[in-house]
């Protein structure tokens, strides 16, 4: 099952569905964001930085893609 939006995108945090094995294959490969919700719901707050690195947010799409 793919990642599921939350909510609306409408500032630097995106709220999504991910499940608890998809969370852990993220963190995994490096990835650091927030557990939101109810353990039970597998939901992940991710925040971007003005100043993020430019290639951190297509590499976690790739990463989506993959776990």
């Known amino acids: 099952a ?5 909510h609306p ?9 991910l499940g608890a ?6 963190r995994a490969a490096g990835f650091e964001f927030y557990d939101w919700g109810p ?3 597998g939901e992940a707050r991710f925040v971007v930085s ?3 690195p430019e290639g ?3 590499a ?6 993959r776990s």
Do not use: H
């Not at 995108?9 to 569905?17: D, K, Q, R, S, T």
């Open 2 to 6: 793919g990642a599921a939006l939350l």
């Open 9 to 17: 995108v409408e500032a630097n945090e995106v709220f999504v569905g």
């Open 21 to 26: 094995e998809r969370r852990r294959a993220l």
């Open 39 to 41: 353990e039970s719901a």
């Open 50 to 52: 003005w100043d993020q």
């Open 56 to 58: 951190d947010v297509p």
């Open 60 to 65: 976690l799409c790739e990463a989506l893609g």
